[in-house]
Nanobody, 127 residues
Framework: QVQLVESGGGSVQAGGSLRLSCAVS????????VGWFRQAPGKEREGVAA????????YYAPSVKGRFTISQDNAKNTVYLQMNSLKPEDTAMYYC????????????????????WGQGTQVTVSS
């Protein structure tokens, strides 16, 4: 079982920065990918970034590449999403998600790949 708790959301002006945290409560071998997703009102949930927790490989959506950075602190069992140069279109509820360890690859941006989800944290960017 994996439990995820997000924090760090808030309101910021365009061009500002926020850092989201996802505390992962589980055995370190329970999951192999942690992803960040976002969902704006009336839109589908979309993958923002993901990290392969063992190898450290990272993946980004084109819309955030170069502005967002996903990282992990294994000692704290926490995955971070550093968001810089924020834009109004980044406004959404942000969720972290984890996939149970499996022997095959992953379509990291597909929500169906993940079986554990946090409660979400709101990010609002004003122009």
């Amino acid at each position: 079982q994996v439990q995820l708790v997000e924090s760090g959301g808030g309101s910021v002006q365009a061009g500002g920065s926020l850092r989201l945290s996802c505390a992962v409560s589980a055995d370190s071998d329970s999951s192999d990918f942690v992803g960040w997703f976002r969902q704006a009102p009336g839109k589908e949930r979309e993958g923002v970034a993901a990290i392969a927790t063992a190898a450290g490989w990272t993946y980004y959506a084109p819309s955030v590449k170069g502005r967002f950075t996903i990282s992990q602190d294994n000692a704290k069992n926490t995955v971070y999403l550093q968001m810089n140069s924020l834009k109004p279109e980044d406004t959404a509820m942000y969720y972290c998600a984890a996939r149970s360890r499996r022997p095959h690859g992953i379509i990291w941006y597909d929500p169906i790949e993940y079986n554990y989800w946090g409660q979400g944290t709101q990010v609002t960017v004003s122009s």
